[in-house]
């Protein structure tokens, strides 16, 4: 410790306080003139003295008695009296202060909290690097259709793995009219809506809750995937309703780049209102290589469906399965007889007058059969190549054939042949098996192939004569002969 007679208070560690020269008894002050922090010491024992130092006693010696620095403390401190009636410097409350944490052990405690810091960002680095390779922003824009990877209409990108909630642009529109027919045969806009059409009425919402099948095709090697991502479909079966949409479904989800919904869920006829978001979470969960497709038979039927699939996507492919629409309607009233046992004769609900031949077309068995009226929305938003059109018959004597075209128009290698095939005698199908010939083979259910109701062949003939003039026209349009006549 330091001595007063020198004109100086020296400290232990080294630090040199100047004499300060003050005029106040009360607010005396021992600077640290030499010591960059500039602390402050007060001077103890000032109060308690009988007679404070005068002006003279600190320009002569400084302080007087003993000056012992007890220890250094910042500007702020009381002056406490001594215990041998010197004049010591203390700090400010130092016996009530905890005591001081050693430059050891504080140091020790900084190097544990910056560990655990710096582990918890590098957990958390690589869990979000983990996430971004799998839900990477281009992604979905690269796979909104198998042929090409680049779309004018990008959907909105994962954040943290969790979509964005966001409105998507509108997608020019690929606009293309109908080509050149030399039928005279003109369908009027109001032939377009019948009394059984599927349009909701707006502010209304049909209740339909579809989930996602658990379990794919046995036969399909990426069966129930838990990785990948759910994207809007590349690929989608718009109809038509008793055409063979439930069967060309099956049979190309056996390829392994297919992920297919296995329910329908009729999301541009009935749930539009509820947003891309819900229809892209019913999809399942597919990788970059594999293409989204899903059935819906009654979007072919629906006036705003080709709209608002092409406000979508306006490059999503489109597939058509088609059916002679004589025994299209048949087998439609069959359907419905094995539901509702009650319903009036297919001859009432087919003919407005029996004897003059008068078809009902406001009958959705009979509207849904003139392909070529409900073809027109369609081309005005998606070129006819965009559009591929299956055969029902042919589906049924060579689903192998069928097939290979449909793998060729979505650009996928022929995997599906005739060793996945067998024909069923008793349901009048084909059914799926096993190309190696293990496990039982699949049909499709028991609602699929059943015996149509017998019909008067003159009403069959009658039928035949209404719709000639509408399938030649649609044979000219697709420029594909379907030999119904």
Sequence with gaps: MGSADNGQCRGGSGITQTRTLGLSPVVSLISAACSPQREVYK????????????????????????????????????????????????PMYKSSMAPRLSPRRARRYLFICTLCLSCTLLCYNLILRSQSSMNSPGEQSSRNSPGDHHLSCPLPPLVGSKKLLQKIPPCPHSASTAPPSSTPLTYPPSDLQG???????????????????????????????????KSLPQAIIV????????????????????????????????NYERGLDWYRNLMPRSLEQQITVEK????????????????MSPRVKLIVVVRNPVT???????????????????????????TSGEVDTAWNAIRIGLYALHLQPWLSHFPISQMHFVSGERLIIDPA????????????????????????KTKGFPCLKKPGGGGAPRCLGKSKGRTHVQINPEDIEQLRDFYRPHNIKFYETVGQDFHWE
Aim: a positive charge; aromatic letters at 8%; charged letters at 25%.
């Design 43 to 90: 001077v103890r024992g000032w109060r308690e003295a009988q007679s404070p130092p005068s002006p003279a006693d600190l320009r002569q010696g400084g302080v007087p008695g003993n000056c012992q620095l007890v220890s250094a403390a910042p500007a702020g401190t009381v002056a406490h009296a001594g215990a041998r009636g010197g004049h010591d410097v203390a």
């Design 328 to 354: 299209r309607a048949i087998s439609d009233y069959t359907q419905t007889l094995s539901k509702k046992p009650d319903i009036p004769s297919f001859n009432e609900l087919a003919f407005r007058n029996r």
């Design 401 to 424: 054939g069928e097939m290979a075209r449909v793998q060729d128009f979505l650009g996928l290698k022929r995997l599906v042949n005739d060793k996945h095939f067998y024909f069923n």
């Design 195 to 229: 009394k059984d059409r599927t349009e909701p009425t707006p502010g209304t919402r049909t209740p339909s809750n579809p989930t996602e099948q658990p379990t794919s095709s046995p036969w399909n090697c990426t069966a129930t995937p838990r990785y990948g991502q």
């Design 239 to 270: 109809g038509v309703k008793k055409g063979g949409t439930r069967a060309v479904l099956e049979f190309i989800r056996v390829h392994p780049q297919v992920r297919a919904m296995g329910t329908e869920p009729h999301f541009f006829d009935r």
């Design 296 to 311: 819906t038979p009654s979007y072919f039927v629906t006036r705003d469906a080709p709209r608002r699939i092409a406000y």
